[in-house]
């Protein structure tokens, strides 16, 4: 896919209990597996090596799984950690966990859940995972607004800010959540 000129060179798409690489289905379970089965059920099919998954809240592990499941398929070779960075997006910034985070204070505050009442702490889990470095960036908009990060993505690799990016969109509220990444290169 070449996307305002950029070099896409992977992407991936986790929406209705399924996950397609490049556009091809790779795995999928019963459309009625709860998202928390469905998140366990793919992270012990693609990894199953990073205990951390498992303190993770939802928009972490949906983050976590997607860059997985791309970078694993085609790693970011050949660059230092400093040049490669992410940018995400979505609508409900970390509204998923507050709102568990909140029903948790009424009898006692639950810190596993607090850790992750800011939405940019998914990009910190990626980042970690996979030792990014470079420029990084959060943003909230109503809708998946796929110009809107190819146009800050290219930017920066115009700018020489950074030599490769993963970008995209991870979303969760409740049962309903959407993943899109994109590989983007020089």
């Known amino acids: 896919m070449d996307s305002s000129g950029l070099n896409i060179t992977g992407s991936v798409v986790i929406r209705n209990n399924r996950i397609c690489r490049n556009d091809v289905v790779i795995w999928k379970t019963t459309e009625d597996q709860p998202l928390p089965d469905f998140l366990r059920a793919a992270y012990d099919h693609f990894s199953g090596q990073y205990p951390k998954f498992h303190k993770m809240d939802h928009l972490s592990k949906l983050g976590w799984l997607g860059a997985e499941v791309l970078l694993q398929h085609r790693p970011f070779t050949g660059y230092a950690p ?105």
Request: proline fraction near 2%; aromatic fraction near 12%.
């Open 82 to 186: 400093e040049q490669v960075g992410l940018i995400l997006a979505n609508r409900s910034a970390s509204l998923d966990t507050d709102l568990r985070y909140f029903d948790s204070i009424k009898e006692f505050p639950s810190p596993a859940l607090f850790v992750y009442t800011l939405a940019n702490i998914v990009m910190g889990e990626i980042s970690i995972r996979h030792g990014f470095k470079g420029e990084n960036a959060f943003f909230t908009s109503d809708t998946y607004d796929e110009q809107f990060l190819m146009n800050y993505t290219k930017q920066l690799l115009e700018e020489g800010a950074v030599s490769a990016v993963l970008c995209g969109w991870v979303e969760v509220m409740g049962s309903e959540y959407e993943v899109i990444l994109h590989q983007v290169e020089k």
